[in-house]
Nanobody, 123 residues
């Protein structure tokens, strides 16, 4: 089993930055891909960014491509999402997710999920 715990959410004004963190514990050696998803009120959960656990290759949703950066630490115990130039439409609960399989942007692909951290961007 893999446990994921997010932190770093909060309230920020439009144009500001936040860094989300996800602490990874348990059988982290089984992870192949780690990702961030988000869910805005009344909307489906959507893919934001992903990182290959071993090779550090990254994938981004179009909405995140130029503003967000996903990374993991060398010890493979943390996943980060650095968010810049935040917009009100980035307001959502952000979830860390992991899978033992290769990358996909499909919510149902991921076996492990954190509890989420809320990000609110005001205009």
């Amino acid at each position: 089993q893999v446990q994921l715990v997010e932190s770093g959410g909060g309230s920020v004004q439009a144009g500001g930055s936040l860094r989300l963190s996800c602490a990874v514990s348990g059988r982290s050696v089984s992870i192949y891909t780690a990702a961030w998803f988000r869910q805005a009120p009344g909307k489906d959960r959507e893919f934001v960014a992903a990182v290959s656990w071993s090779f550090r290759s990254t994938h981004y949703a179009d909405s995140a491509k130029t503003r967000f950066t996903i990374s993991r630490n060398n010890a493979q115990t943390m996943v980060y999402l650095q968010m810049a130039s935040l917009k009100p439409e980035d307001t959502a609960v952000y979830y860390c997710a992991a899978t033992e399989k290769h990358f996909s942007d499909d919510v149902s692909w991921y076996e492990y999920w954190g509890q989420g951290t809320k990000v609110t961007v005001s205009s």
